[in-house]
Nanobody
């Protein structure tokens, strides 16, 4: 079992930045590939970014490529998502997830999920 807790969400103006964190506990964090997803009201959960267990490989959804950066600190059992140039359409609940790293871009590729943190971008 891995427990995941997101933090760092909030309200920001368009063009601003936020840094999300995901603290992991339980089984060894560094064993897992990690991902960030988001879900806006009335929409399906959407892949945002993924990272392999070493941090050496990263993957991004088309809508965030070039604006968001995923990273991890295995010594601190923490996953990050740096979000720059935020847009109103980035408004959603953001979730971190842990999985075996077989399929980064789908919800079914992950076994453990956090409760989410709200990000709201005003225009």
């Amino acid at each position: 079992q891995v427990q995941l807790v997101e933090s760092g969400g909030g309200l920001v103006q368009a063009g601003g930045s936020l840094r999300l964190s995901c603290a992991a506990s339980g089984r060894t964090f560094s064993f897992y590939a990690m991902g960030w997803f988001r879900q806006a009201p009335g929409k399906e959960r959407e892949f945002v970014a993924g990272i392999n267990w070493t941090g050496g490989s990263t993957y991004y959804g088309d809508s965030v490529k070039g604006r968001f950066t995923i990273s991890r600190d295995n010594a601190k059992n923490t996953l990050y998502l740096q979000m720059n140039s935020l847009k109103p359409e980035d408004t959603a609940v953001y979730y971190c997830a842990a999985g075996p790293g077989l399929n980064y871009r789908t919800v079914r590729g992950y076994d453990y999920w956090g409760q989410g943190t709200q990000v709201t971008v005003s225009s």
